[in-house]
């Protein structure tokens, strides 16, 4: 089945009337130079079917036309990166405009996008963690995940960072089981939460991250100052009445990231040391390789192209005199 790898747009539209109108003013010059010296300037008409049949199979070189499948291996140089988003209440907070969790989830889309040759999956937490995307080339579906992110898609509790820790440990485990003999791919931890951590102790959850080798790189997002956590009706409110109030804890994030040797960046409206952080994830590209077969459409470009080529080749070595001595 004949496919097409790029569709007829505004641009082809132009340069085919671009074209047609320069041959239209050539042939118009041609005549009006022949009229005053008695010659005839149909003699050049011959050469307007294969000028044109010449242009017409450049046009459908540049559209690409793809007959065939054909499976074929692609060595890649990519890792595996788990976004581990806290979807908590105090994430509702208004000390980053518009709000810590839309603030994240705008940096998070950049960070999926500036990755396309990496498997990425999603892991939201609270109280308890959910893998909310498994590790996907998929972009755009992952970037859909992380528009519908919201605090309510987690049961309301108490912060928890050793859940997230542990599911992603877990799900890598598995993930890196069934390719025995094959190289480990690079894999990160990505943590994004504003440190409230009501868990018990990290201490047994970060030997085992020290011991798997994965890089935890933590995003603390918020501020000392504070912010209130807007509900409907007005602000969340602590046992005076008075509205309560959730601050950046950075300590833990940074204890984390340190001890994995990552690093720990902050993200608020004035300090947004966000691209820090992908110059880093930049930096594990190619400490893992994999061979993926892949389906890829048979392009048949050259051959329109070189019947092009030769048309236009005729048309320089034919030439027809116009005006006569």
């Not at 951590?197 to 991250?209: I, K, N, P, Q, W």
């Not at 990231?257 to 930049?282: K, M, N």
């Amino acid at each position: 089945m004949l496919t097409w790898l790029y569709s007829w747009a505004q641009g082809e539209t132009l340069l085919a009337a671009a074209a047609l109108l320069l041959y239209a003013g050539y042939l118009l010059r041609t005549a009006r130079l022949a009229r005053p010296l008695g010659q005839r300037a149909w003699r050049t008409g011959w050469k307007l079917l294969p000028r044109l049949l010449a242009f017409g199979l450049l046009l459908l070189a540049l559209l690409g036309p793809a007959y065939g499948l054909t499976q074929r291996a692609v060595r890649t140089a990519g890792k595996d990166l788990w976004l581990l988003v806290d979807l908590s209440r105090s994430m509702d907070a208004d000390d980053v405009a518009p709000s810590r969790l839309q603030k994240a989830r705008a940096e998070l889309a950049e960070l999926v996008q500036r990755f396309p040759a990496d498997r990425i999956g999603l892991i939201v937490f609270g109280s308890d963690a959910y893998v909310h995307c498994p590790l996907t080339y998929d972009q755009e579906a992952l970037l859909l995940l992380l528009n519908t992110l919201d605090t309510r898609l987690v049961p309301p509790g108490s912060t928890d960072l050793a859940q997230p820790l542990t599911l992603a440990l877990t799900r890598q485990a598995a993930t890196a089981g069934p390719s025995a003999g094959a190289p480990p791919r690079a894999t990160a931890l990505v943590l994004v939460s504003d440190g409230e951590d009501f868990g018990e102790s990290m201490e047994a959850v970060l030997r085992d991250l020290t011991r798997s080798g994965l890089r935890l790189y933590t995003v603390g997002v918020g501020t000392a100052a504070g912010g209130r956590m807007p509900r409907p009706g007005g602000y969340v409110r602590d046992a005076q009445g008075k509205p309560a109030v959730t601050r950046l804890q950075a300590a833990p994030l940074r204890r984390l990231a340190e001890a994995t040797g990552g690093i720990y960046v902050e993200l608020t409206d004035r300090h947004d040391e966000f691209p820090l952080l992908l110059r880093a994830l930049g930096r594990l590209e190619g400490q893992a390789q994999q061979v993926r077969t892949v389906t890829v459409a048979d392009n048949r470009y050259a051959y329109p192209l070189a019947a092009a080529l030769l048309l236009l080749a005729l048309d320089v070595v034919l030439t027809v005199t116009v005006i006569k001595p």
